[in-house]
């Protein structure tokens, strides 16, 4: 398909309706079919060292770079196809493409898996070489003396570094905040821990703030030093000003908060001394990694990788010569890191890990006194491992993103026309998916064009052309992608982030696990902005579309966010005739278009669909919101002109807590309940929804997992939500398969369900025979003090668990059965149970971890044989500062 029928295609659907109302009829033109090409296959493998590429002596990957360059050299219209090997490519430094690389339209370069092969882009190197350190559990292995990383990688997964609580130090928290750090001469325990420290071992080691800056942030700031005379921590700048003393700007429509410099840190991190069980430290000087196996785990048998490499791939171009016509299929980059937290600046987080590096009044322009750097809202955004700038017909397809230290793929300065489909971002520490630029509102704006040289582009220094509507990011497509489990390290990650762009289609997607909002549009540039004054700030935005999209499990750490959030200008406005007085329906068609999403299990979500500072033009269209919080749909202090029609929502709509919009139009809305079944919905909005709902088969995909099973009594059908449901998925009924069930699309099934049958005998794996596994939530289970808590995201049985944090809390269950296993979780948070059955003595059970980290629905007790009958056991809090039960199996 060209890109130039994709695009005229994407414009009839957009345009068409509008034109059939004024009785247009609209046609696309005639493309004209290329000639044949010539066509060129060249083979690539890790261990490859011939000069031919050819299948029996392949080249290396920058051997068959060369080679791609030499092909299009001789002939640019030629069909170049390198295929690589399965096996980890390790990479010397970034593999960099430029317009040298670059194909012809409708003849990309294409580099692709070889049949059958999983080809892994890798940052990292293998360590290997461990020995043991005395008796201590811990293990050691030489790596080069300039070895600098935030992650390490431990059979496929990311390990957390050396970290502990205050508490579990012994530190009384006695701290008094200053301006330049802490003063802690009143916590002998803190004296004595930070004075058993050398110099450069302090100024390794971070404080983590969660909620520090608003509860949708976490902060991270480095010590600069000790002083044991004066009992003082001196915080690393501009870190700690940025984190507890923001400038304040006028004209506010939300705020960016400062922590008080009395907040003692959650987490102390990056130290060898707090080494636990699975927990890792990096000596880069001294040339040595440390880590203390969990329990289990042999080191000889461990594949441990420590990334080497900021940046995995960069396709970078100039806006007078882009990179184009270039296509990655079937491979997985992985093993990246992003150390720019490690210096001095930090981690101010501002929202959606955009952050303060500069001054305290950075993107604040003239909006604070003294003003700040501009645009408003041009703050520092996460580095992206793989990142494409100047760039044209681009795609990646049934790729893995994962194991990445900074943001998955970032798009921007002048991108057009780049396909992002069917690939999975996964264990991922910041966003999965960044489109556009901080800089770049107005890049019409010809003040603002050195700044977007400087940070929009790694050629900014090159470019010849002027900056100007060239730059603009446009005809992104980001398509039946899954994303899930990103902002492992940085918990106010957005699982998308949308900054400025024109005609940008964010559909069928499948986003959850996520520690904050789904997808957002607009990242405080509304904050100026509101119904009094709408025009402080605007932009470029016209044309975006998120439809169709699956989000669930989402604001599992933070919150104020939602499924999804957006927030200042979304629309070109169009005029009437008489030249002042805008077109509602041609300004709304070039406004931001949200129909078709389907989001649920957002429990702590102020608004599932978030309309909040200084939005407006936005079309709420044909929406699912269940089990997702307060309230459905509104904002704080929008600017107004939103359509809110024909959604199915279980909560309110247009709730506007702090300023009213300038208008809303809302009509042929449903409530539905909050635990909704298989009549509540319609079945095309569910049909539609997520990846493979469209004509596009995704290569890649999920274990099928069950998040939500709709309510069971009195049914002969349920609703089953999930991710990873394909034609051969089988649901069962404790060990029986399931007949006739309907499965709507990769998230949602209607199975059909014999009367008594529970949620928790629905599974999509078989049972183990003669067991039931009841949900926490299941109606035979009697709670004292336990609370209800659902789409944490950790794990969890049925996505939901219940919780104490009193001690003597119960939860009892009378059963008939002939054993009982208890399941919760495991977690430095935990502490001791008590479990009794049928009057008996207490078992006391320890819920805390051995390699202190959190497990979610493991069976913390398991109950010997007991006699055929009716029995009860009840479950006690005895200490801890939670106590979690996550079901029971009969």
């Given at each position: 398909?060209?890109?130039?029928?994709?695009?005229?295609?994407?414009?009839l659907r957009r345009v068409g309706p509008?034109?059939?109302?004024?009785?247009?009829?609209?046609?696309?033109?005639?493309?004209?079919?290329?000639?044949?090409?010539?066509?060129?296959?060249?083979?690539?493998?890790?261990?490859?060292?011939?000069?031919?590429?050819?299948?029996?002596?392949?080249?290396?990957?920058?051997?068959?770079?060369?080679?791609?360059?030499?092909?299009?050299?001789?002939?640019?219209?030629?069909?170049?196809?390198?295929?690589?090997?399965?096996?980890?490519?390790?990479?010397?430094?970034?593999?960099?493409?430029?317009?040298?690389?670059?194909?012809?339209?409708?003849?990309?370069?294409?580099?692709?898996?070889?049949?059958?092969?999983?080809?892994?882009?890798?940052?990292?190197?293998?360590?290997?070489?461990?020995?043991?350190?005395?008796?201590?559990?811990?293990?050691?292995?030489?790596?080069?003396?300039?070895?600098?990383?935030?992650?390490?990688?431990?059979?496929?997964?990311?390990?957390?570094?050396?970290?502990?609580?205050?508490?579990?130090?012994?530190?009384?928290?006695?701290?008094?905040?200053?301006?330049?750090?802490?003063?802690?001469?009143?916590?002998?325990?803190?004296?004595?821990?930070?004075?058993?420290?050398?110099?450069?071992?302090?100024?390794?080691?971070?404080?983590?703030?969660?909620?520090?800056?608003?509860?949708?942030?976490?902060?991270?700031?480095?010590?600069?030093?000790?002083?044991?005379?004066?009992?003082?921590?001196?915080?690393?700048?501009?870190?700690?000003?940025?984190?507890?003393?923001?400038?304040?700007?006028?004209?506010?429509?939300?705020?960016?908060?400062?922590?008080?410099?009395?907040?003692?840190?959650?987490?102390?991190?990056?130290?060898?001394?707090?080494?636990?069980?699975?927990?890792?430290?990096?000596?880069?000087?001294?040339?040595?990694?440390?880590?203390?196996?969990?329990?289990?785990?042999?080191?000889?048998?461990?594949?441990?990788?420590?990334?080497?490499?900021?940046?995995?791939?960069?396709?970078?171009?100039?806006?007078?010569?882009?990179?184009?016509?270039?296509?990655?299929?079937?491979?997985?980059?992985?093993?990246?890191?992003?150390?720019?937290?490690?210096?001095?600046?930090?981690?101010?987080?501002?929202?959606?890990?955009?952050?303060?590096?500069?001054?305290?009044?950075?993107?604040?322009?003239?909006?604070?006194?003294?003003?700040?750097?501009?645009?408003?809202?041009?703050?520092?955004?996460?580095?992206?491992?793989?990142?494409?700038?100047?760039?044209?017909?681009?795609?990646?397809?049934?790729?893995?993103?994962?194991?990445?230290?900074?943001?998955?793929?970032?798009?921007?300065?002048?991108?057009?026309?780049?396909?992002?489909?069917?690939?999975?971002?996964?264990?991922?520490?910041?966003?999965?998916?960044?489109?556009?630029?901080?800089?770049?509102?107005?890049?019409?704006?010809?003040?603002?064009?050195?700044?977007?040289?400087?940070?929009?582009?790694?050629?900014?220094?090159?470019?010849?052309?002027?900056?100007?509507?060239?730059?603009?990011?446009?005809?992104?497509?980001?398509?039946?992608?899954?994303?899930?489990?990103?902002?492992?390290?940085?918990?106010?990650?957005?699982?998308?982030?949308?900054?400025?762009?024109?005609?940008?289609?964010?559909?069928?997607?499948?986003?959850?696990?996520?520690?904050?909002?789904?997808?957002?549009?607009?990242?405080?540039?509304?904050?100026?902005?509101?119904?009094?004054?709408?025009?402080?700030?605007?932009?470029?935005?016209?044309?975006?579309?998120?439809?169709?999209?699956?989000?669930?499990?989402?604001?599992?750490?933070?919150?104020?966010?939602?499924?999804?959030?957006?927030?200042?200008?979304?629309?070109?406005?169009?005029?009437?005739?008489?030249?002042?007085?805008?077109?509602?329906?041609?300004?709304?068609?070039?406004?931001?278009?949200?129909?078709?999403?389907?989001?649920?299990?957002?429990?702590?979500?102020?608004?599932?669909?978030?309309?909040?500072?200084?939005?407006?033009?936005?079309?709420?269209?044909?929406?699912?919101?269940?089990?997702?919080?307060?309230?459905?749909?509104?904002?704080?202090?929008?600017?107004?002109?939103?359509?809110?029609?024909?959604?199915?929502?279980?909560?309110?709509?247009?709730?506007?807590?702090?300023?009213?919009?300038?208008?809303?139009?809302?009509?042929?809305?449903?409530?539905?309940?909050?635990?909704?079944?298989?009549?509540?919905?319609?079945?095309?909005?569910?049909?539609?929804?997520?990846?493979?709902?469209?004509?596009?088969?995704?290569?890649?995909?999920?274990?099928?997992?069950?998040?939500?099973?709709?309510?069971?009594?009195?049914?002969?059908?349920?609703?089953?939500?999930?991710?990873?449901?394909?034609?051969?998925?089988?649901?069962?009924?404790?060990?029986?398969?399931?007949?006739?069930?309907?499965?709507?699309?990769?998230?949602?099934?209607?199975?059909?369900?014999?009367?008594?049958?529970?949620?928790?005998?629905?599974?999509?794996?078989?049972?183990?025979?003669?067991?039931?596994?009841?949900?926490?939530?299941?109606?035979?289970?009697s709670y004292s003090g336990f609370s209800?808590?659902?789409?944490?995201?950790?794990?969890?049985?049925?996505?939901?668990?219940?919780?104490?944090?009193?001690?003597?809390?119960?939860?009892?269950?009378?059963?008939?059965?002939?054993?009982?296993?208890?399941?919760?979780e495991q977690n430095t948070d935990q502490?001791?149970?008590?479990?009794?059955?049928?009057?008996?003595?207490?078992?006391?059970?320890?819920?805390?971890?051995?390699?202190?980290?959190?497990?979610?629905?493991?069976?913390?007790?398991?109950?010997?044989?007991?006699?055929?009958?009716?029995?009860?056991?009840?479950?006690?809090?005895?200490?801890?500062?939670?106590?979690?039960?996550?079901?029971?199996?009969?």
């Open positions: 398909m060209s890109p130039q029928g994709s695009i005229t295609r994407r414009l509008i034109a059939a109302s004024l009785g247009l009829i609209l046609t696309a033109p005639v493309v004209q079919t290329a000639t044949a090409a010539a066509s060129v296959t060249l083979y690539a493998s890790p261990s490859g060292t011939g000069s031919t590429c050819s299948s029996s002596a392949p080249c290396s990957l920058s051997g068959a770079q060369a080679a791609v360059r030499t092909r299009i050299a001789a002939d640019p219209s030629a069909d170049v196809t390198v295929l690589l090997a399965d096996g980890v490519y390790r990479l010397s430094s970034t593999w960099s493409l430029g317009r040298a690389d670059s194909g012809t339209p409708g003849h990309p370069v294409v580099w692709k898996a070889a049949p059958g092969a999983r080809p892994v882009i890798s940052g990292a190197s293998r360590v290997t070489g461990w020995t043991q350190r005395g008796t201590t559990g811990v293990w050691s292995a030489p790596v080069p003396s300039t070895s600098n990383s935030r992650q390490l990688y431990i059979d496929g997964r990311k390990v957390p570094i050396a970290q502990a609580t205050p508490a579990s130090l012994g530190f009384r928290g006695s701290w008094t905040g200053t301006s330049t750090g802490y003063t802690i001469s009143g916590d002998q325990a803190a004296m004595a821990w930070f004075g058993s420290l050398t110099a450069s071992q302090v100024a390794g080691v971070e404080f983590a703030y969660p909620g520090g800056n608003g509860p949708w942030t976490e902060s991270r700031c480095r010590v600069a030093s000790f002083s044991a005379s004066a009992g003082t921590l001196r915080m690393s700048q501009p870190c700690w000003t940025n984190v507890t003393a923001r400038a304040s700007y006028a004209q506010a429509s939300g705020g960016l908060p400062s922590m008080s410099t009395q907040t003692m840190p959650a987490r102390i991190e990056n130290a060898q001394t707090l080494i636990a069980s699975g927990q890792w430290f990096l000596d880069g000087p001294g040339g040595t990694l440390y880590y203390r196996p969990s329990a289990g785990q042999q080191m000889s048998a461990l594949d441990v990788e420590l990334p080497r490499l900021e940046t995995l791939v960069q396709g970078a171009g100039t806006l007078a010569a882009p990179i184009h016509d270039i296509t990655f299929s079937g491979l997985q980059f992985s093993y990246a890191t992003w150390n720019a937290p490690s210096t001095s600046a930090g981690f101010s987080d501002v929202q959606s890990n955009l952050r303060m590096t500069g001054a305290n009044n950075q993107g604040m322009c003239g909006f604070s006194n003294p003003a700040g750097s501009c645009p408003w809202g041009s703050l520092t955004q996460p580095l992206a491992n793989v990142s494409f700038t100047a760039s044209k017909n681009i795609t990646l397809t049934g790729n893995r993103f994962t194991g990445l230290g900074g943001a998955g793929l970032g798009v921007m300065y002048g991108a057009a026309n780049t396909l992002i489909q069917g690939n999975e971002f996964t264990d991922i520490a910041s966003t999965g998916i960044l489109l556009g630029c901080t800089y770049d509102p107005l890049p019409t704006n010809p003040a603002d064009a050195a700044g977007i040289k400087q940070n929009c582009t790694p050629n900014g220094a090159s470019e010849t052309a002027t900056i100007g509507t060239n730059e603009i990011l446009t005809g992104t497509t980001v398509a039946d992608n899954v994303i899930h489990h990103i902002g492992t390290d940085y918990s106010s990650a957005s699982g998308i982030t949308l900054l400025f762009s024109q005609n940008t289609t964010i559909t069928r997607n499948n986003l959850y696990d996520l520690p904050y909002t789904g997808i957002t549009a607009g990242v405080i540039q509304g904050h100026v902005n509101q119904a009094t004054t709408p025009q402080n700030t605007t932009n470029i935005n016209s044309s975006n579309t998120i439809s169709n999209n699956i989000l669930h499990d989402y604001l599992s750490v933070r919150s104020d966010g939602g499924a999804v959030y957006v927030e200042g200008h979304q629309a070109q406005y169009v005029y009437q005739s008489d030249g002042t007085t805008i077109d509602p329906v041609r300004t709304l068609a070039k406004g931001l278009q949200v129909t078709g999403n389907v989001a649920y299990n957002g429990p702590t979500t102020n608004f599932t669909y978030y309309n909040d500072a200084g939005s407006e033009w936005i079309n709420w269209q044909g929406n699912i919101a269940f089990r997702a919080g307060d309230k459905s749909h509104g904002g704080c202090s929008p600017t107004g002109h939103f359509w809110i029609t024909n959604n199915y929502f279980s909560a309110g709509i247009q709730s506007y807590p702090c300023a009213q919009p300038i208008d809303t139009h809302a009509s042929g809305n449903t409530t539905i309940p909050a635990n909704p079944r298989p009549a509540d919905l319609p079945q095309a909005l569910l049909r539609g929804a997520g990846t493979g709902s469209g004509s596009f088969t995704p290569a890649l995909s999920v274990p099928a997992k069950i998040f939500y099973v709709s309510p069971t009594a009195n049914a002969t059908e349920v609703l089953v939500a999930g991710e990873g449901f394909g034609p051969a998925t089988t649901v069962y009924i404790g060990t029986t398969p399931v007949s006739n069930v309907t499965r709507l699309s990769s998230g949602f099934m209607i199975v059909p369900v014999p009367a008594g049958t529970s949620a928790g005998q629905i599974s999509v794996t078989p049972q183990v025979p003669g067991s039931i596994r009841l949900n926490d939530d299941d109606g035979a289970i209800y808590a659902g789409g944490r995201s950790y794990g969890d049985h049925q996505n939901d668990v219940h919780y104490a944090t009193a001690n003597g809390s119960t939860a009892s269950l009378t059963f008939t059965g002939t054993k009982v296993t208890v399941y919760g502490g001791n149970i008590g479990i009794s059955i049928d009057g008996g003595p207490q078992q006391v059970v320890s819920t805390l971890p051995s390699d202190g980290v959190r497990h979610a629905n493991v069976a913390v007790f398991t109950s010997g044989q007991l006699s055929s009958g009716r029995h009860t056991i009840v479950v006690t809090k005895l200490s801890g500062q939670y106590s979690t039960l996550d079901g029971f199996t009969i």
